[in-house]
């Protein structure tokens, strides 16, 4: 069973409505923001974005949140924390910023030992780097799938999924690391590239006038 097959029977049988009040939204960005969290700030909040969906759709669609969660989340989790050179160069530094020393240092390094034990417990604690990446490819390929040559997964609007998929490709592709191998198992899709420049174009570009279009290409 493939893995958006399994996240969609633990959805298909208890499909819960979702809150009443939302829109997207952008948290601005500092120096100290982290891949994870960049990610998480672009989201939904307030009504429901799929109301024009079915009950199976509606579960096919928390499927692939939960597929995105397990896997992207987990993989900038995985990259910020248990990445030598990404811890060395970027994380430590960006996570402690807004402390004074020695704060800041005792303050990563417990943040490190929690996701390092995070992902021990879920089995990614001996994964290797290539094995991580591999496993966003898998997932940017069921996205991609999913996706086809629609503008969006499942309607002409956008629903949660897009907003989800949104913040963590968009992040991804945006948010400069120590080399440039996880964004480039995004740029192998080409409808997942133009997905993201048709959501920031649409939803971000004209409420952020003055500020840098970010080329995802």
């Given at each position: 069973m493939s893995l958006v097959?399994?996240?969609?029977?633990?959805?298909i049988a208890a499909v819960e409505p979702w809150p009443e009040n939302a829109t997207l939204y952008q948290q601005l960005k500092g120096e100290q923001i982290l891949l994870s969290d960049n990610a998480a700030s672009l989201a939904v909040q307030g009504h429901s974005l799929s109301d024009g969906l079915?009950?199976?759709q509606k579960a096919e669609m928390k499927a692939y949140m939960e597929l995105?969660?397990?896997?992207?989340?987990?993989?900038?989790?995985?990259?910020?924390w248990?990445?030598?050179?990404?811890?060395?160069?970027?994380?430590?530094?960006r996570y402690g910023s807004p402390y004074p020393w020695p704060l800041n240092r005792i303050l990563?390094?417990?943040k490190q030992w929690e996701v390092k034990r995070k992902m021990k417990a879920i089995g990614w604690g001996?994964?290797?780097?290539?094995q991580v990446l591999e496993d966003v490819d898998q997932c940017c390929q069921a996205?991609?799938?999913?996706l086809g040559t629609q503008p969006y997964f499942f309607n002409k609007q956008p629903t949660e999924l897009d907003a989800l998929v949104f913040g963590h490709l968009y992040?991804?592709?945006?948010?400069?690391?120590?080399?440039?191998?996880?964004?480039?198992?995004v740029k192998n899709y080409s409808n997942l590239l133009a997905f993201c420049r048709r959501i920031e174009q649409h939803y971000f570009e004209d409420r952020a006038k003055g500020s840098s279009s970010i080329r995802l290409s």
């Amino acid at each position: 069973m493939s893995l958006v097959a399994e996240a969609f029977v633990s959805q298909i049988a208890a499909v819960e409505p979702w809150p009443e009040n939302a829109t997207l939204y952008q948290q601005l960005k500092g120096e100290q923001i982290l891949l994870s969290d960049n990610a998480a700030s672009l989201a939904v909040q307030g009504h429901s974005l799929s109301d024009g969906l079915d009950e199976v759709q509606k579960a096919e669609m928390k499927a692939y949140m939960e597929l995105v969660n397990n896997m992207l989340l987990t993989a900038e989790l995985y990259l910020q924390w248990c990445d030598e050179a990404t811890v060395g160069e970027i994380t430590h530094a960006r996570y402690g910023s807004p402390y004074p020393w020695p704060l800041n240092r005792i303050l990563a390094y417990q943040k490190q030992w929690e996701v390092k034990r995070k992902m021990k417990a879920i089995g990614w604690g001996k994964k290797t780097l290539d094995q991580v990446l591999e496993d966003v490819d898998q997932c940017c390929q069921a996205l991609s799938q999913r996706l086809g040559t629609q503008p969006y997964f499942f309607n002409k609007q956008p629903t949660e999924l897009d907003a989800l998929v949104f913040g963590h490709l968009y992040t991804i592709l945006t948010t400069q690391l120590t080399n440039d191998e996880l964004s480039e198992k995004v740029k192998n899709y080409s409808n997942l590239l133009a997905f993201c420049r048709r959501i920031e174009q649409h939803y971000f570009e004209d409420r952020a006038k003055g500020s840098s279009s970010i080329r995802l290409s």
